[in-house]
DNA sequence: CTATGGCACGGATT
DNA sequence: AATCCGTGCCATAG
């Protein structure tokens, strides 16, 4: 018993290594193909069925009750408490119209963007030209731009460019707005095109992106004053309807808070694989950490398999053993990777209460290394559990977990703070000493970058933006 | 002369 | 082994 115990907790043969180490790279999207895949492939694994908490509705784990509502009371309110949901229902509602996608132009692990278009606009093509649209849409960067030209895709086709047009035009009228454009130009003026259609927008800004699109970039607002012999503030208020209203790289979205448009805005992420909620919704109540499994129910290997080898034929017999090692071992690698995650997400959560409760002001510094030690765990085992996942937090936004290890998330806080205080636009190595002075040591090169990272204007383009009132 | 962005190096991360 | 990030050095703009 003690093995049985110890075989969940370390690694025993390098399969076992490898694959848990598989396991737990997978996000849960990824992670419910490949329980798919195992269990179609080995007739040894069996789901049991599901069993879900008659009060919060959520499924259950393998024994137990819910380990959100019968949570204990008398437990500390300063843990955080971490389980492992098998909750299909966080997943229920984006089911995509595989069948309706040729294989070729498909590839459901990697790509979600295309297929939440495709699946918008499905209904307005005909079946052919759902090739050519999901052409398009594999063919997409990370911003939502086209990677290809039309005339390519015209070409490799051998179609009519009007065609391959017309089927830009349908994608680039989805949601993300502009995705599938060409340039950052051709994004803008569709948004600006869709956005006319409900309310006025303002003519001037239309013409800078038609005409002042490189200035614009550059920020050089003077020289856009001139072309268009309009003052400075009138070209001050239609980019700031601009920066507002528009996103020059549909497949980034940013959120509420009023910002400038950051060049590396956040991602938006439809499914996370981890939920961080308040207890019941209620912030006095401690933390719950549900990571999601999406499965529905519980994966064991299936008992009656096993009889039916004492009955089977002596050559079957030789498969079917093998099957049930594999199967025991893959139950054995899933226990394993959420186990991982479990120890993981306690270890980051209770170290990034603050940061999850008050914002990025109260980032900590943490490296991953820190963590594989105190886990007793490689590096790389957290490195691959934290690449790729998604966490939700209690007000809603989902970030990369990886965010919980960004160092330098504060002081970027922190230095968006100040710029907003000021009155005088501080200098790069004026901002150095203010941050020094509040205790965080960062080179005067680096506050340039974190700058441009947050989208902010150097010191003597933001003199401009001050006083437009 | 000052403020900033580009390039490259070293250490951490993957 | 490849890549990312913070930083120092240098060129350029104002």
């Known amino acids: 018993m003690f093995q049985a115990h110890y075989q969940v907790l370390r690694p025993l043969t390098t399969a076992h290594l490898a694959q848990t180490m598989t396991l737990l790279s997978l996000t849960a999207d990824e992670l419910r193909q490949n329980i798919d895949a195992e269990l179609a492939s080995n007739p040894a694994l069996e789901m049991i069925e599901e069993r879900r908490c008659p ?32 909750s299909e229902d966080f997943y229920s509602g984006g089911s995509i119209p595989v069948d309706e996608i040729p294989e070729e132009h498909f590839s459901p692990i990697t790509e979600d963007l295309p297929t939440y278009v495709l699946s918008q606009i499905a209904t307005e093509l005909a079946q052919a030209d759902r090739r050519l649209a999901a052409y398009l849409l594999t063919h997409l960067n990370e911003d939502g731009l086209l990677t290809t030209t039309l005339e390519e895709v015209a070409r490799y086709y051998h179609i009519p460019l009007s065609k391959v047009a017309a089927i830009q035009h349908i994608i680039q ?21 869709v956005l006319s259609e409900t309310r006025p927008i303002p003519e001037l800004a239309c013409n800078i ?71 019941n919704d209620d912030p006095g109540n401690p933390l719950v950490v549900e990571i999601i499994l999406p499965y529905n129910g519980t994966l064991r290997v299936n008992p009656l398999f096993r009889q039916a080898i004492q009955q089977s034929s002596l050559e079957k017999r030789e498969d079917w053993k093998n099957d049930l090692e594999r199967a025991s071992l893959y139950v054995k690698c899933l226990q394993q990777r959420n186990h991982t995650m479990q120890r ?18 109260y980032m900590k510094p943490i490296t991953r290394a820190q963590i594989s030690q105190e886990l007793q765990v490689h590096e790389s085992t957290i490195s691959r559990a934290v690449a790729s996942k998604t966490v939700q937090l209690p007000n809603r936004r989902i970030i990369p977990l990886s965010e919980f290890f960004d160092r330098s998330l504060n002081v970027r806080y922190i230095l968006r703070e100040m710029i907003n205080r000021e009155t005088h636009p501080l200098s790069d190595s004026e901002l150095v000493n203010l941050l020094a002075e509040k205790g965080y040591s960062v080179a005067r090169r680096t506050v340039a970058k974190y700058r441009s990272m947050e989208g902010i204007l150097p010191a003597h383009l933001r003199h401009a933006m001050l006083q437009p009132a």
């Open 173 to 193: 009228r989805a949601e993300p707005i502009g995705v599938g454009s060409c340039t950052t130009q051709e994004a803008l003026l569709v948004q600006l095109d």
């Open 344 to 361: 993981l997400m306690l270890r980051i959560v209770s170290f990034q209460k603050e940061f999850i409760l008050h914002g990025e002001k």
């Open 55 to 86: 009060t919060c509705h959520r499924l259950l784990p393998d024994h137990g009750s819910c380990p959100v509502c019968s949570r204990p009371q008398s437990i500390s309110s300063d843990d955080p408490v971490v389980f492992v949901s098998p």
């Open 209 to 279: 992106i038609r005409d002042g699109m490189e200035l614009l970039t550059h920020r050089q607002y003077g020289e856009l004053a001139r072309l268009f012999q309009v003052s400075l503030h009138q070209i001050q208020s239609a980019v700031k309807f601009i920066s507002e209203n528009l996103n020059p790289f549909p497949a980034r979205t940013h959120w509420g808070d009023v910002r400038q448009p950051t060049p590396q805005a956040s991602q938006v992420y439809h499914r996370p694989d981890i939920l961080i909620n308040h207890l």
